[in-house]
Every structure is written in structure tokens, then in C-alpha cells.
């Protein structure tokens, strides 16, 4: 059974930094897509950004881009997000998500995963 993990989400002050961490079991995740959205209260889930099975590959939303940076160690089974110059409308519970097949690029196509984790929040106060 597939288990993703998340952590490192808190309370910061705008201009912060957070790196938040998701720890996968239950799978051979170097073979899969990974990703992180975001909700925020009252809202649809949103993308965030996207890695590919080897990191080489990654993708943003624009509201992110150049701000946040995904990694990920395939062999510690953990993805990353690095997140700089945090916003107050950055307030939000991401979520990790595990790609739903082997070898595909679901991007932001929160269809295209078919795991994910708890969630954890990330409040910025202005």
C-alpha cells in the first residue's frame, strides 16, 4: 500500500522560507512523476509544481515560478519543495501526489496522480 508523508509546513512571516518534505513507502517511486498541490480555504486544489521520475523534468505554476523549487532523492523516496519569498496568499494545505503510472508525465493534471498524502499546512502572516 502506498504512503506519502508530508512535513516541514508552519506558521512564517511573509518573505519566509519553508522547505516542505514528502516521504514515500509502498512503491518503487524512482519510477514515478511526483508533484505538490495546494488548497486553500474555500478554494479548488491547485498545482503547484511537478518533478519527473529522474528530477530532470519539472514544471511551475506561474504564481510560483522562480520562487519555489521541487527535488527529489529517489533514494531516500522523498520530494521536496523549497519554498523562498512566501506570500500571505501562499496560505494553504499542500499536499504531495504520487504519479498513477509508471513512466508518465501527468504535469499538473491532478487527475494524472492516484496517491496522495495528509496534507500539511502553510500559513504566511502579512
Known amino acids: 500500500q502506498v504512503q506519502l508523508v508530508e512535513s516541514g509546513g508552519g506558521l512564517v512571516q511573509a518573505g519566509d522560507s519553508l522547505r516542505l518534505s514528502c516521504a514515500g513507502s509502498?512503491?518503487?517511486?524512482?519510477?514515478?512523476?511526483m508533484g505538490w498541490f495546494r488548497q486553500a480555504p474555500g478554494k479548488e486544489r491547485d498545482f503547484v509544481a511537478a518533478i519527473g521520475r529522474s528530477g530532470t523534468i519539472t514544471d511551475y505554476a506561474d504564481s510560483v515560478k522562480g520562487r519555489f523549487t521541487i527535488s527529489r532523492d529517489n533514494a531516500k523516496n522523498t520530494v521536496y519543495l523549497q519554498m523562498n519569498s512566501l506570500k500571505p496568499e501562499d496560505t494553504a494545505v499542500y499536499y504531495c501526489a504520487l504519479g498513477a503510472r509508471a513512466g508518465s508525465w501527468p504535469g499538473g493534471n491532478q487527475y494524472g496522480y492516484n496517491a496522495w498524502g495528509q496534507g500539511t499546512q502553510v500559513t504566511v502572516s502579512s
Open positions: 509502498g512503491r518503487t517511486f524512482s519510477m514515478y512523476a
